[in-house]
């Protein structure tokens, strides 16, 4: 270990009066919306193309990870980490895209990581609300067949796509603190 995780570690550890790790499952709801252009003949300055968007919705479940600190018998806060796995897919196809070609194709997303900082509320000895900023990375898979009528943009290929993601919810304890 390097000397800034020994450090991160040891003031962690001297907060621990007021403090707690929690681990738990998350299952959820997703919506993805992708939109595409695809072009033929590559090569030539006057394209044709169409334009589409395409959505589906699944589930996902995430196992988590947290450090939270009650800073007064109200307020506290968290720093949490994630890894995810996302249920579901889109596929689609264009009838007669070049001749009597239909392209093909099938999306989703797979797996994600992410890490949150968490300020909370505490409503109750049995609530706890809580909403902040955090970053999530996941990995985004398409598979497609004829795409430009076999011209150097069909098959397989994945993706890494990262952003800012918010988090807000509520920790029902059933056993009072």
Do not use: C
């Not at 450090?7 to 001297?14: A, D, F, G, H, P």
């Not at 959820?28 to 695809?38: N, R, T």
């Not at 006057?46 to 990870?65: A, M, P, S």
């Not at 430009?148 to 918010?166: H, M, P, Q, T």
Request: aromatic share 14%; proline share 2%; no cysteine.
């Amino acid at each position: 270990m390097n000397k800034l995780s020994l450090s991160i570690i040891s003031v962690l550890m001297s907060l621990s009066a007021h403090a707690t790790f929690y681990a738990g499952l998350n299952l959820g709801a997703g919506s993805v919306e992708i939109e595409h252009q695809l072009n033929f003949p590559l090569e030539d300055e006057d394209q044709t193309y169409t334009r589409y968007t395409n959505g589906y919705t699944g589930v996902h479940g995430q196992i988590f990870l947290g450090y939270e600190h009650q800073f007064t018998s109200s307020f506290g806060g968290a720093l949490e980490i994630g890894v995810g796995q996302y249920f579901g897919k889109s596929e689609y196809s264009i009838r007669d895209w070049y001749f009597e070609e239909n392209a093909y194709n099938r999306e989703s997303l797979k797996h994600s990581v992410n890490a949150f900082v968490l300020p909370s509320f505490m409503y109750n000895d049995y609530l706890t609300l809580f909403a902040g900023p955090g970053v999530s990375s996941a990995q985004f898979t398409t598979n497609s067949l004829n795409t430009a009528a076999n011209i150097g943009v069909s098959g397989s290929y994945e993706r890494w796509l990262s952003g800012l993601a918010g988090k807000v919810g509520a920790n029902v304890r059933l056993t009072e603190q």
